[in-house]
C-alpha cells in the first residue's frame, strides 16, 4: 500500500492522505491569513472524509471543480456539516483566493455523496472501507482501509473519553498500519467535570457582577458541549452564529449523539440569536453567557460582540478550544490584544482559556495505541509528531512522523 501526505503532516490542519494513487481521505484546510490548502489537488477515484471540521473537509469541493466526479464517502452528520461549512465560506470568502471552490461545485458535491453508518462495510476505488465510532464529534469516524493486502486504519481526530455530546471511542479495529492524531501528545487533559465547574462559577461570578462573558466557540461539537454545560449548570445564555445551525441540523440524528433528550433541553434553555434589528449590541448588556463563532475570533458575530465588551473589566472571554498559532485566539491569549475586523484591539476584559477539548490528550493516545503494540504508526496532526514518535519508539512500537509531501509504501 502506498500512502501519500498531501497535509496534516508535522502540522495541525489540511489534513489529506492519498492512498494508492486513488483513494483520498479527507481534503481540510489550515485556518490562517492566508489559509493554506493541501500541497497538492489530486483527482482520485474516491473519497472518503473522518468527520466534519474544516481542516479535514474545508476543500472538499475544491476536488470536483474540473472533469473529475468522485464518488465522496461519508457518515449522515459528515456530509451535512461539510456542505454547511462549503456553503459558510462561500459566504464569507466566496470569489477570492481564500476559497478554492464555487456554488456549482457545492452543488455537485450533493450529486456524489454516499453516506454510510458505523461497521457498515463498503467499496471505494476498490478498497474496502469500514467506519468505526471515533468519539470526536458527532459523525466523526476512524477509516479501516483493506486493499486486499494491507489493513491501514486512519484514525481521523479521536477522544477516549466520554463528553457531554458524545461518548468516546472503543473501536480498535485489527489493522497493520495506523496514521494516528496526536494533537494533544504532551498534554494532559485535568478530568472534565473539574473543569466544567470551573467554568461554570467563574461565568457566574461575572454575572453576579454585572458583567457578559463572551464563550467563542467552534460551531461543530464545541458549541453544542457549551449548550450542554450551560444547560446542566443552569447558566443564562444566547447562541450565535454557525453553531445555531448545526444544532438544529445535529438534533436530525439521534443515533449520532450520547443523550438526544438532553441536545434538545439544552436548546430550550438557550437563546438564539437571530442578529436583527442591533440585537447582538443590545445582548452585550445582558448578564448572560454569549456563545458564538469563531472559536479562533477569526470572524463571525465574535467580531461584533468582542469589540462591545472588551474594554470593561468585569466582562470575560473564555476561550473553549485549541487556538492555532496565527490566529485572533491565540494572540489574545498570549499578548491580551488582538486582531479584530482588521484593527488591533487591547482587551481590558478578563481572557481565560478551559481545554474542552475533543481530542484525546497523552494518556489517551497512548491508551488507544497500546492495542497497536505490533503495529506500524505513522504519528500526524499534530505541532510535535516527530517529538511523539521518538517517545512511542522508546516505549517499544515501531512510529515514525511522515513530512509533508512524503510518500511511503507499507
Same mark, same amino acid.
Given at each position: 500500500?502506498?500512502?501519500?501526505?498531501?497535509?496534516?503532516?508535522?502540522?495541525?490542519?489540511?489534513?489529506?492522505?492519498?492512498?494508492?494513487?486513488?483513494?483520498?481521505?479527507?481534503?481540510?484546510?489550515?485556518?490562517?491569513?492566508?489559509?493554506?490548502?493541501?500541497?497538492?489537488?489530486?483527482?482520485?477515484?474516491?473519497?472518503?472524509?473522518?468527520?466534519?471540521?474544516?481542516?479535514?473537509?474545508?476543500?472538499?469541493?475544491? @476536488?470536483?471543480?474540473?472533469?473529475?466526479?468522485?464518488?465522496?464517502?461519508?457518515?449522515?452528520?459528515?456530509?451535512?456539516?461539510?456542505?454547511?461549512?462549503?456553503?459558510?465560506?462561500?459566504?464569507?470568502?466566496?470569489?477570492?483566493?481564500?476559497?478554492?471552490?464555487?456554488?456549482?461545485?457545492?452543488?455537485?458535491?450533493?450529486?456524489?455523496?454516499?453516506?454510510?453508518?458505523?461497521?457498515?462495510?463498503?467499496?471505494?476505488?476498490?478498497?474496502?472501507?469500514?467506519?468505526?465510532?471515533?468519539?470526536?464529534?458527532?459523525?466523526?469516524?476512524?477509516?479501516?482501509?483493506?486493499?486486499?493486502?494491507?489493513?491501514?486504519?486512519?484514525?481521523?481526530?479521536?477522544?477516549?473519553?466520554?463528553?457531554?455530546?458524545?461518548?468516546?471511542?472503543?473501536?480498535?479495529?485489527?489493522?497493520?498500519?495506523?496514521?494516528?492524531?496526536?494533537?494533544?501528545?504532551?498534554?494532559?487533559?485535568?478530568?472534565?467535570?473539574?473543569?466544567?465547574?470551573?467554568?461554570?462559577?467563574?461565568?457566574?461570578?461575572?454575572?453576579?457582577?454585572?458583567?457578559?462573558?463572551?464563550?467563542?466557540?467552534?460551531?461543530?461539537?464545541?458549541?453544542?458541549?457549551?449548550?450542554?454545560?450551560?444547560?446542566?449548570?443552569?447558566?443564562?445564555?444566547?447562541?450565535?452564529?454557525?453553531?445555531?445551525?448545526?444544532?438544529?441540523?445535529?438534533?436530525?440524528?439521534?443515533?449520532?449523539?450520547?443523550?438526544?433528550?438532553?441536545?434538545?433541553?439544552?436548546?430550550?434553555?438557550?437563546?438564539?440569536?437571530?442578529?436583527?434589528?442591533?440585537?447582538?449590541?443590545?445582548?452585550?448588556?445582558?448578564?448572560?453567557?454569549?456563545?458564538?463563532?469563531?472559536?479562533?475570533?477569526?470572524?463571525?458575530?465574535?467580531?461584533?460582540?468582542?469589540?462591545?465588551?472588551?474594554?470593561?473589566?468585569?466582562?470575560?472571554?473564555?476561550?473553549?478550544?485549541?487556538?492555532?498559532?496565527?490566529?485572533?485566539?491565540?494572540?489574545?491569549?498570549?499578548?491580551?490584544?488582538?486582531?479584530?475586523?482588521?484593527?488591533?484591539?487591547?482587551?481590558?476584559?478578563?481572557?481565560?482559556?478551559?481545554?474542552?477539548?475533543?481530542?484525546?490528550?497523552?494518556?489517551?493516545?497512548?491508551?488507544? @495505541?497500546?492495542?497497536?503494540?505490533?503495529?506500524?504508526?505513522?504519528?500526524?496532526?499534530?505541532?510535535?509528531?516527530?517529538?511523539?514518535?521518538?517517545?512511542?519508539?522508546?516505549?517499544?512500537?515501531?512510529?515514525?512522523?511522515?513530512?509533508?509531501?512524503?510518500?511511503?509504501?507499507?
Amino acid at each position: 500500500m502506498d500512502v501519500q501526505f498531501l497535509g496534516g503532516a508535522r502540522e495541525v490542519g489540511r489534513s489529506a492522505i492519498l492512498v494508492n494513487d486513488s483513494l483520498l481521505l479527507d481534503f481540510g484546510i489550515l485556518t490562517g491569513n492566508p489559509p493554506q490548502f493541501p500541497v497538492e489537488t489530486p483527482e482520485p477515484d474516491a473519497v472518503v472524509v473522518s468527520h466534519g471540521h474544516l481542516d479535514h473537509v474545508g476543500v472538499i469541493p475544491a @476536488l470536483l471543480s474540473g472533469s473529475n466526479r468522485p464518488p465522496i464517502h461519508w457518515t449522515p452528520p459528515t456530509y451535512e456539516l461539510a456542505l454547511t461549512l462549503a456553503r459558510d465560506t462561500l459566504k464569507l470568502h466566496g470569489g477570492t483566493y481564500n476559497c478554492p471552490f464555487t456554488q456549482n461545485d457545492v452543488k455537485r458535491v450533493t450529486e456524489v455523496s454516499k453516506t454510510h453508518g458505523y461497521r457498515e462495510t463498503f467499496e471505494a476505488a476498490g478498497h474496502e472501507i469500514t467506519f468505526h465510532n471515533a468519539g470526536h464529534i458527532p459523525g466523526s469516524a476512524h477509516v479501516l482501509v483493506d486493499d486486499g493486502d494491507t489493513r491501514l486504519l486512519y484514525t481521523g481526530d479521536f477522544h477516549t473519553d466520554d463528553q457531554r455530546l458524545v461518548t468516546g471511542t472503543t473501536a480498535r479495529p485489527d489493522a497493520d498500519v495506523v496514521i494516528c492524531e496526536s494533537t494533544y501528545s504532551d498534554v494532559e487533559h485535568e478530568d472534565r467535570i473539574n473543569v466544567e465547574e470551573q467554568f461554570a462559577e467563574s461565568v457566574n461570578t461575572t454575572l453576579w457582577e454585572g458583567g457578559t462573558v463572551v464563550v467563542p466557540a467552534f460551531a461543530i461539537g464545541r458549541t453544542q458541549e457549551m449548550l450542554l454545560i450551560c444547560d446542566e449548570y443552569d447558566i443564562p445564555c444566547y447562541v450565535d452564529g454557525l453553531g445555531k445551525q448545526v444544532t438544529e441540523m445535529l438534533r436530525q440524528y439521534p443515533e449520532f449523539v450520547r443523550d438526544a433528550d438532553a441536545l434538545r433541553q439544552a436548546k430550550s434553555h438557550a437563546r438564539f440569536v437571530t442578529g436583527r434589528d442591533g440585537q447582538r449590541k443590545r445582548i452585550t448588556d445582558q448578564k448572560a453567557a454569549i456563545i458564538t463563532t469563531s472559536g479562533m475570533l477569526s470572524g463571525g458575530p465574535a467580531m461584533t460582540y468582542i469589540p462591545e465588551i472588551r474594554s470593561n473589566p468585569v466582562n470575560k472571554i473564555t476561550m473553549t478550544g485549541y487556538q492555532v498559532e496565527g490566529t485572533p485566539g491565540r494572540d489574545l491569549i498570549e499578548t491580551g490584544s488582538a486582531e479584530i475586523d482588521g484593527r488591533v484591539m487591547p482587551v481590558s476584559a478578563q481572557v481565560e482559556q478551559y481545554d474542552f477539548s475533543a481530542h484525546a490528550d497523552r494518556d489517551g493516545l497512548l491508551d488507544f @495505541l497500546d492495542s497497536y503494540r505490533d503495529t506500524t504508526v505513522l504519528v500526524n496532526h499534530g505541532d510535535r509528531c516527530e517529538q511523539f514518535a521518538t517517545e512511542l519508539r522508546e516505549a517499544g512500537i515501531e512510529a515514525t512522523a511522515p513530512e509533508i509531501g512524503s510518500e511511503q509504501t507499507i
